[in-house]
């Protein structure tokens, strides 16, 4: 076990998350990409990068679960950094079969690579605001057959995660944007910006 790496990785995902908590809480992180969020996300991805191109990917055996974990979230809250997050993906994958992550976790960012590509997603697991003003799975390829992708990779079926996600949002008091078609107008530009698209 390699504890420093395991107590950085901690300590990476952590800042991530309490950054994500504050601006929740002041709602400043529903207004596109907080300029803050992205900068705690590409350090860390920088750090992580550094530690990719060193030793690989940082599975369970190397960090254990918690840490891998923690690693995996890095991977997919870098949107600024297309390269990295492809970079990640392929190293998941190949840390999944072998078993030193869950299938899930590359799933996950499949998904949110596909999203930011502008490509319908696999596993029904990146949300947004719909026409509608609920939250909904982005569009998904081949949407009949997602649960038997999902339960493939360890995944729930779709039905009841999307039951729960609407109730979470509804609890939280998150609301859908006031300009959503500027705020959209907004995202797919910056998604050219940074080389999505």
Not at 53 to 69: L, N
Not at 77 to 83: E, L, M, Y
Request: hydrophobic share 40%.
């Amino acid at each position: 076990m390699d504890e420093a790496l395991r107590q950085d990785l901690l300590a990476w995902a952590a800042e991530d998350e309490r950054v994500r908590a504050e601006l929740a809480q002041d709602r400043s992180l529903f207004s596109g990409y907080h300029s803050r969020m992205q900068e705690v996300q590409l350090r860390n991805a920088r750090q992580l990068d550094a530690v990719l191109d060193r030793d690989g990917w940082p599975g369970r055996a190397r960090v254990g679960e918690e840490a891998a974990k923690a690693a995996w979230l890095i991977a997919q809250h870098a949107i600024a950094w297309p390269g990295f997050m492809r970079k990640c993906l392929s190293l998941l994958e190949q840390a999944a079969e072998i078993g030193e992550v869950p299938r899930w976790q590359p799933a996950y960012l499949i998904d949110r690579i596909r999203t930011l590509e502008g490509r319908q997603q696999v596993y029904g697991t990146q949300f947004d605001w719909d026409a509608n003003g609920e939250i909904s799975p982005y569009p998904i390829e081949d949407a009949d057959n997602v649960d038997a992708r999902r339960v493939a990779v360890g995944l729930r079926p779709l039905a009841p995660v999307l039951v729960e996600r609407r109730a979470n949002v509804a609890r939280s008091g998150e609301t859908p944007p006031a300009h959503s078609q500027e705020q959209q107008r907004q995202f797919e530009e910056w998604t050219r910006q940074v080389g999505w698209r």
